[in-house]
């Protein structure tokens, strides 16, 4: 026996070695799992194997490779960026087993000389799975919030017109709960989850929003022209998702989606959960709560509409630069212009602290007075609207996360003001972009302490007031977990103490909770 030709003998050349490789492969943890899928499915590409056993060896590795990809994004989803090490690596290897599994489908349409038509039953899977893997490596981009580089919309788009091309885009084939059954499902499943602006949606919110895309993509119609004045479309000769595109708009692989059906069926869902109706009992899920489903089938429903989005202002662009900082502290010094330090906290007054206190005095004063400036960091302006802007920096000295609160100090102006930012994703080079939504108010550095379970108060903490305009009460901006209904706190502001009372919580963001507050006499 030649011992190169052992060496290149595939580990699985059929359905008794695959089981056999499943029992004894590293699977317990998902970066090795994912691994030794993307090694088999190489050897695979080169083993030259009958197409219909190629086809049961993917099907029996269907089950146990998707679960390691599932594990595997674990990692990655939703974290702040840029992503760190760790992070990335996982990313990688989620994509590289997802690439694996397009090229293993795309293989089995000319394998052996037989097109995908010349395959029998199978070509409507072999179909969905290439649509599927493709569409996989999308929605990863999705979940570690990074842009979706150039070709990848083009596989997706390219699977789908060789559905519709061999006649087998909506032909059923059975699948399991919660898994799109036909080609057109699974592409409109992920152009769906495309429109719902994934960018801006945190974990628990995007996890809904995939459970209810597959719950309604079965719903979706593509046609070539569209029935009123437009609505979401995709060119399926072209490289980028949907959008809403007018009727007329030219271009033979144009498809319009037919969304009505989607729009009827979150009608009624939010008719009944407004009437009480429990959300697990609509099929949205057992882990949903009335008011956040209803709100963001609200939003879905918009974004899936046939309705063009209309900003409520208009943005325009700038060459310019603004000023941001993020975090509690550095927030605090950008908009009191000094550090934050407990007043009340004794002070230990050591000897090297003397000595530091008269040999350095001055350095340090000067110190203190640039800390702030320098806590600030400067992005690029996209652009801005009258309540936001679009950022963007390569590299950030820190990460930042959705809905993080910063101060941003646009050009041209002489305060910093709060700000919360709505949607983030990463493009090479670590360069981030974001788009930030200014908290309504005039900012105002203060400090907050809350009464403890004894009646003793805590010690004092960064806080930020909001004064309205228009004789609208102030509100105040706190670190998240010291909102209670109705417990009491003091607030130092202009240097006085003012004893008052937390009564609702407005909003609850990433490393802040916004409240609501009255005095007390």
């Not at 898994?179 to 801006?200: F, I, K, R, V």
Request: with cysteine; net charge neutral.
């Amino acid at each position: 026996m030649n011992p190169s030709h052992a060496i290149s003998r595939p580990a699985v050349v059929d359905i008794r070695s695959c089981d056999e490789w499943l029992a004894h492969a590293p699977l317990l943890d998902s970066r090795h799992a994912c691994a030794s899928f993307v090694h088999l499915l190489d050897e695979l590409q080169g083993a030259a194997l009958a197409p219909a056993t190629l086809l049961e060896i993917l099907e029996r590795l269907h089950r146990p490779m998707h679960r390691a990809l599932r594990e595997q994004a674990r990692r990655f989803s939703h974290r702040s960026l840029p992503l760190g090490v760790t992070e990335e690596s996982g990313f990688v290897q989620v994509c590289d087993l997802w690439l694996g599994l397009l090229q293993s489908w795309q293989l089995l349409r000319t394998a052996s000389g037989q097109p995908l038509n010349q395959l029998g039953f199978a070509r409507s899977l072999i179909a969905l799975r290439t649509i599927e893997s493709a569409a996989g490596l999308i929605q990863a981009h999705f979940a570690a919030r990074r842009d979706v580089g150039p070709g990848l919309w083009r596989w997706l788009h390219q699977a789908y017109a060789e559905a519709e091309k061999s006649h087998v885009a909506e032909a059923f084939v059975p699948a399991r709960p919660g898994e799109p059954s036909s080609c057109q499902s699974a592409y409109a499943q992920t152009l769906l989850l495309q429109l719902a602006h994934p960018y801006g949606l945190g974990a628990r919110d995007l996890a809904w929003v995939q459970r209810w895309t597959a719950l309604w993509a079965r719903k979706v119609q593509f046609w070539r022209a569209a029935e009123n004045g437009g609505g979401p479309a995709v060119d399926i000769d072209g490289d980028e998702g949907a959008c809403w595109t007018p009727a007329g708009a030219p271009g033979a692989g144009l498809r319009f989606m037919d969304c009505k059906e989607v729009q009827r069926s979150i009608r009624r869902r939010l008719k009944k959960l407004r009437e009480g109706a429990n959300p697990a009992e609509l099929g949205l899920g057992e882990d949903c709560t009335s008011p956040a489903a209803d709100d963001l089938l609200a939003a879905i429903a918009r974004c899936w509409g046939d309705a063009p989005h209309v900003r409520r202002y208009s943005r325009r662009e700038t060459g310019s630069q603004a000023l941001i900082a993020y975090g509690v502290d550095a927030i605090f010094a950008a908009l009191a212009g000094r550090t934050f330090r407990d007043r009340d906290t004794p002070w230990s007054y050591s000897r090297q602290a003397a000595d530091e206190m008269h040999i350095f005095q001055r350095a340090l004063e000067r110190e203190r007075e640039q800390m702030p400036a320098a806590q600030a960091q400067s992005w690029d302006i996209i652009d801005e609207s009258a309540d936001g802007f679009q950022l963007r920096r390569q590299c950030p000295e820190e990460r930042i996360a959705l809905r993080q609160l910063i101060a941003l100090l646009a050009p041209g102006t002489q305060r910093f003001m709060l700000c919360e930012v709505r949607w983030i994703r990463q493009a090479p080079a670590r360069m981030i972009s974001i788009g930030v939504h200014a908290l309504h108010g005039l900012p105002q550095a203060a400090t907050f302490r809350a009464a403890g379970d004894a009646g003793m108060a805590r010690g004092w903490l960064p806080a930020f007031v909001l004064t309205g305009g228009s004789g609208a009460a102030p509100t105040l901006v706190l670190p998240p977990g010291l909102f209670g209904k109705d417990r009491e706190a003091e607030l130092r502001l202009d240097g006085g103490v003012q004893r008052i009372q937390l009564s609702a919580l407005h909003r609850h963001g990433y490393d802040y909770d916004w409240v609501v507050f009255s005095g007390k006499n």
